[in-house]
T-cell receptor
Framework: SQQGEEDPQALSIQEGENATMNCSYK?????LQWYRQNSGRGLVHLILIRSNEREKHSGRLRVTLDTSKKSSSLLITASRAADTASYFCATDGTSGTYKYIFGTGTRLKVLA | DARVTQTPRHKVTEMGQEVTMRCQPILGHNTVFWYRQTMMQGLELLAYFRNRAPLDDSGMPKDRFSAEMPDATLATLKIQPSEPRDSAVYFCASVYGGNREQFFGPGTRLTVL
């Protein structure tokens, strides 16, 4: 299956520290997205990176993509308690459809 | 503030009963997805529609699940008959035009006893 795998499964850090989570996938992609899910809520889109991009920034978020290794990382700098959530990567494959496969997620806990 | 809405938010039912979940995508969004989330399987794509036409329902158990879009403002997911293994949170998401960003609803938490 194309499903992404996030690593680590769970991460606990202190407020102000940086959090890095990784996603690996199995097949070629057009683009990769990262989403956040707060407990009991729906997912919220964070950032999309295309296969021809290597790095992208949005506020305190930095996403990298290495298509040769089929992996991506999400870095949250200067984390806040409000960043506590699960983070998922989603990959689309190169078929050009709107079908995305979501990874297993990283549960991030930021301690105040 | 445009949002995807889902009803009901919570549903408890007994095995064998029919369950209908509804989703109202954001106005103007023309691609609609149904997902199921469980602890064991994570987030699974069940089906999705584009311009109300079903494009992919390969993730859906065909014998008991059905998904439709009677009009552009309503998507439905039915389970008949329901089974305890269907207990999960069901999410609807919508996308505008050729974009890829999915907007998720709050989900329907289904418990089948």
């Amino acid at each position: 299956s194309q499903q992404g795998e996030e690593d680590p499964q769970a991460l606990s850090i202190q407020e102000g520290e940086n959090a890095t989570m990784n996603c690996s996938y199995k097949t070629s992609i057009n683009n990769l997205q990262w989403y956040r899910q707060n407990s009991g809520r729906g997912l919220v889109h964070l950032i999309l990176i295309r296969s021809n991009e290597r790095e992208k920034h949005s506020g305190r978020l930095r996403v990298t993509l290495d298509t040769s290794k089929k992996s991506s990382s999400l870095l949250i700098t200067a984390s806040r308690a409000a960043d506590t959530a699960s983070y998922f990567c989603a990959t689309d494959g190169t078929s050009g459809t709107y079908k995305y496969i979501f990874g297993t997620g990283t549960r991030l806990k930021v301690l105040a | 503030d445009a949002r995807v809405t889902q009803t009901p938010r919570h549903k408890v039912t007994e095995m064998g009963q029919e369950v209908t979940m509804r989703c109202q995508p954001i106005l103007g969004h023309n691609t609609v997805f149904w997902y199921r989330q469980t602890m064991m399987q994570g987030l699974e794509l069940l089906a999705y529609f584009r311009n109300r036409a079903p494009l992919d329902d390969s993730g859906m158990p065909k014998d008991r699940f059905s998904a439709e879009m009677p009009d552009a403002t309503l998507a439905t997911l039915k389970i008949q008959p329901s089974e305890p293994r269907d207990s999960a949170v069901y999410f609807c998401a919508s996308v505008y035009g050729g974009n890829r960003e999915q907007f998720f609803g709050p989900g329907t938490r289904l418990t089948v006893l």
